[in-house]
């Protein structure tokens, strides 16, 4: 898979130092993957879930959730949301005109 970008996930890093070491580790494992669906995705991250047009992925437990969009035909993540579960359980990132 290529992904679209890991900057996003570096930036978050910054602010959450403890996310870094499991982003990276979701980062190699998503780049090395070709994914065709969902349900593939979740024979590695079982509790990856389909939310809209959205892919959601409890990233460090459940501290933080990591939300793309998947390309299954083209092979590309775009990285949309990285944020804490107080963030996410605000759903402003369903504002999102992909969504």
């Known amino acids: 898979m290529h992904i679209i970008s890991r900057k996003k996930l570096l930036d ?7 996310a870094l070491s499991p982003l990276d580790e979701w980062f190699r494992t998503a780049k090395k993957a070709k994914w065709k669906h969902l349900d593939e995705v979740r024979q590695v991250y079982p509790s990856a879930d389909g939310v809209g047009n959205f892919t959601v992925f409890n990233i460090k437990g459940n501290d933080y959730r990591l939300i793309v ?6 092979q ?3 990285v ?12 402003k990132w369903k504002n999102d005109p992909y969504f």
Do not use: G, M
């Open 76 to 78: 590309t993540i775009f």
């Open 80 to 91: 949309k949301y990285v944020l804490t579960h107080a963030d996410y359980d605000k759903e």
């Open 12 to 18: 978050f890093c910054k602010q959450h130092a403890d």
């Open 69 to 74: 969009s998947i390309d299954y035909e083209s």
